[in-house]
């Protein structure tokens, strides 16, 4: 099992930045694929990032190629999200999420949630 826990959310202007961090709590982290999802009011989980587990593959939603980076520490069993040229409509509650057996950007599969962190772009 493992305990994931979200930060470095905030608010921020449209064209800035953020990083964002989930450390994970528990054992074997490097046997887990970790992705991001994003929740904004009113809107379904949707799918933002996901690595493998060694790190050495990646994907993205289409809205954030180019601006996002998904990446690993297996070392310091934390994942990273670092968002650039931040828009308005990035604007929602950002959760990572961990599979032991699938790298996947469908929510079904991810058995274990951070609480996420809070992302504002003003416009």
């Known amino acids: 099992q493992v305990h994931l826990e979200e930060s470095g959310g905030g608010l921020v202007q449209a064209g800035g930045s953020l990083r964002l961090s989930c450390a994970a709590h528990?054992?074997?982290?490097?046997?887990?694929?970790m992705a991001w999802f994003r929740q904004a009011p009113g809107k379904e989980r949707e799918f933002v990032a996901a690595?493998?587990?060694?790190?050495?593959?990646?994907f993205y939603e289409d809205s954030v190629k180019g601006r996002f980076t998904i990446s690993r520490d297996n070392a310091k069993n934390t994942v990273y999200l670092q968002m650039n040229s931040l828009k308005p409509e990035d604007t929602a509650v950002y959760y990572c999420?961990?599979?032991?057996?699938?790298?996947?950007?469908?929510?079904?599969?991810?058995?274990?949630w951070g609480q996420g962190t809070q992302v504002t772009v003003s416009s």
């Open positions: 999420a961990a599979d032991h057996t699938n790298f996947s950007k469908s929510k079904w599969f991810y058995d274990y």
């Open positions: 690595i493998s587990w060694s790190g050495s593959s990646t």
């Open positions: 528990g054992r074997a982290f490097s046997s887990y694929a």
